[in-house]
Nanobody, 122 residues
């Protein structure tokens, strides 16, 4: 059984940093791993994704230059380093994995974690 377990969320002040981790267990066929977030009353949005073989990365415009996604294949773990956090980054952050060749949105992802809360105060 495949499981994705996120950790590292918490409460920080604006300008601070957090590092999220997502550990995958079980046989996991995946071409991409990604981080999504969802704030109350808003749709889930993609934050960053990384190709598990290519290492290619993609970032939402709202986090470019502040967030970095990375992957440790040996540990089956994906990370999201978040710097210069803003109050608008407050959301539940979800890890996801997909075997899709080119995932375009949340519906293309096959596996999801339970989420970790990030709260940024001004």
């Amino acid at each position: 059984q495949v499981q994705l377990v996120e950790s590292g969320g918490g409460s920080v002040q604006a300008g601070g940093s957090l590092r999220l981790s997502c550990a995958a267990s079980g046989y996991l066929r995946r071409n991409y791993m990604a981080w999504f977030r969802q704030a109350p009353g808003k749709e889930r949005e993609g934050v960053a994704r990384i190709g598990t073989v290519s290492g290619n990365t993609y970032y939402a415009d709202s986090v470019k230059g502040r967030f970095t996604i990375s992957l440790d294949n040996a540990k089956n773990t994906v990370y999201l380093q978040m710097n210069s956090l803003k109050p608008e980054d407050t959301a539940m952050y979800y890890c996801a994995a997909t075997w899709a060749v080119l995932p375009l949105n949340a519906g293309d992802y096959n596996y999801w974690g339970q989420g970790t809360q990030v709260t940024v105060s001004s």
